[in-house]
């Protein structure tokens, strides 16, 4: 997808770094002999390897898929001590020797995908301090995806019709995805989400459950995590923060709290954002009513809860 412009633009050549660990520098190989095969004309240039100062050498933007997955029997608490050891001794490292705030604002902007998304992220903005907050940000655009996918299908619109849906919090089953700002484009103009579903149960049950509930769905249904909607995600999310939302779009990206809408501060929770010249700013004023707040509260304290097991690993 990046290859192809689906990140950067269609007329952007890029050069791929791709790391992962000396244990599967084989199969690693094996996806740049691919890369060579697809002939892509954009593609610049592959980097393959296991050594990290090699792979983040010069790179402007990173996409840290990398993470322990959580396994049968694992407790979250277990996921975030195995996820801080990665992200505080493997990234720290290459982040802190290629940053350089003085020469370059946008040196590099990074997104986390791996979970604990949101969490990972506050680890390494800990162990990357030259890195400026804003540049570092975690994916919730699978979720707010998920939801206009799940609006477009209740209501029968081609999903390219529905936008300003907003997923708030954690990438867990706590976020909630909320529709109440959304709009859909009808035969008749276009019109609020709420109006055209006209079923407030529906909006306030099924559709934040399904939403929040996808990724095990999917991985139910495959036995394997999300894929394919995931790096979809991950394109649409840099693509939107280097190139812009589209006028009156806006997207959820999970970003380090301002304290905006009363989120605490010092966390990573996803806000509706827009994007311009390659910095994100939280959509502000609109309309929380009591059920929002209460949902957006509950995913704020999980965040909470995760920061302080992250620092008794990173302390530790
Ligand atoms: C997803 O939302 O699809 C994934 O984050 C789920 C997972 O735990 O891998």
Not at 36 to 43: F, G, M, Q, R, S
Not at 92 to 107: H, Q, Y
Request: aromatic share 6%.
């Amino acid at each position: 997808m990046i290859a192809r412009g689906l990140m950067l633009g269609l007329d952007q050549p890029v050069v791929l770094h791709m790391l992962d660990i000396p244990q599967m520098a084989g199969a690693l190989n094996g996806v740049r002999m691919e890369l060579v095969d697809a002939a892509l004309p954009l593609l610049r240039g592959v980097v393959a390897t296991s050594d990290e100062a090699e792979a983040f050498q010069g790179v402007n933007f990173a996409v840290l898929i990398g993470g322990w997955p959580r396994k049968e029997g694992m407790e979250r608490k277990d996921l975030i001590a195995k996820n801080v050891a990665i992200y505080r001794i493997k990234i720290k490292i290459s982040i802190l020797m290629n940053f350089n705030p003085v020469t370059s604002r946008r040196a590099l902007q990074v997104l986390v995908v791996a979970n604990p998304a949101n969490t990972n992220a506050l680890v390494l903005k800990e162990f990357a301090p030259a890195v400026p907050a804003k540049n570092i940000t975690c994916l919730t655009r699978l979720d707010h995806n998920r939801a206009l996918g799940q609006i477009s299908e209740k209501l029968g619109v081609h999903v390219g019709d529905v936008r300003n849906a907003i997923v708030w919090g954690n990438h867990s089953s706590t976020q909630f995805p909320d529709a109440s700002h959304a709009t859909a484009r009808t035969d008749h103009g276009e019109k609020p989400v709420g109006e055209l579903v006209a079923d407030e149960k529906w909006l306030r049950d099924e559709f934040v459950s399904i939403v929040q509930q996808r990724g095990a769905a999917v991985i139910k249904a495959r036995k394997q995590s999300s894929s394919l909607s995931a790096a979809s995600a991950a394109c649409d999310h840099m693509r939107d923060w280097i190139l812009g939302t589209p006028k009156g779009t806006w997207v959820s990206m999970g970003v380090y709290s301002d304290g905006s809408y009363s989120v605490p501060k010092g966390i990573f929770y996803s806000f509706p954002v827009t994007c311009e010249k390659g910095e994100w700013s939280i959509v502000q004023g609109l309309q929380v009513d009591d059920f929002a707040r209460s949902k957006m509260e509950l995913s704020a304290n999980e965040l909470d809860e995760e920061r302080s097991m992250a620092s008794e690993f990173v302390s530790s």
